[in-house]
């Protein structure tokens, strides 16, 4: 690769952040946009090219629906003396915020022969070509994981056997968040040559 070509990447790499819901602008995404981050996320490395990412693009009224479903689902799932305001607010609003949610699912290999963390770690691969994408185009997106990914699945109405792994704000936003430390890389590395 052409050292020109590693610059560009390692920016890109460098400038991704999550971008919450709150500071997303009114902006819409098109859809023209959203398939260009899927096709990206479509390159993820995976083992015996079993593919399991699977995505469910919320766009529209959708979004609300979401948020009615989260926030019914928090207030069932919750005593009333443990329900805090300010949560309930974030299941509703958050979705209504975003430009566009997009569910994270994997389906896993049925054979068995390549492992679940396997399809796990390919999804999340994904993700990460869906989000340096995004980056390059200017988008903030933000990977949460609902606490109910099970109701999550069936309000998506996922085939059987198809995991919600989380759901993926997206949303155009004005002010670019700061860029948080980093300890060197070469304190996480263990070299063995002999």
């Known amino acids: 690769m052409k050292e020109q070509g590693w610059e560009a990447i390692k920016y890109i790499i460098e400038s ?3 971008v919450f819901p709150p500071a997303f602008n009114d902006k819409p995404v098109s859809r023209k946009t959203i398939s260009l981050l899927l096709e990206a996320a ?3 490395p ?3 090219l079993t593919q399991p990412w699977r995505f469910v693009v919320m766009a529209g009224n959708m979004r609300k629906k979401l948020g009615e479903f989260m926030l019914e689902d928090y207030d069932s799932n919750t005593r009333p003396e443990q329900r805090l305001e300010k949560k309930r607010n974030k299941l509703l609003a958050n979705p209504t915020r975003s430009a566009a949610i997009i569910a994270i ?3 896993p290999d049925i054979s068995g022969k390549v492992p679940e963390w396997e399809e796990l770690a390919a999804t ?3 993700v990460q070509n869906l989000w ?3 980056t390059a185009l200017g988008l903030g997106g933000y990977w949460s994981t609902p606490k109910n990914r099970e109701g999550i699945a069936r309000f998506l109405k996922l085939d059987e056997g198809t995991k919600c792994l989380g759901l993926f704000y997206l949303g155009y936003y004005d002010q670019r968040p700061p860029t ?3 300890r060197p890389w ?3 590395v263990i070299w063995m040559e002999e």
């Open 124 to 126: 999340a691969c994904a």
């Open 46 to 48: 995976n083992h015996k």
């Open 186 to 188: 070469n304190e996480k």
């Open 16 to 18: 991704r952040r999550s």
């Open 132 to 134: 340096l994408t995004a």
């Open 180 to 182: 948080p430390s980093r």
């Open 42 to 44: 479509n390159w993820a």
């Open 105 to 107: 699912c994997m389906k």
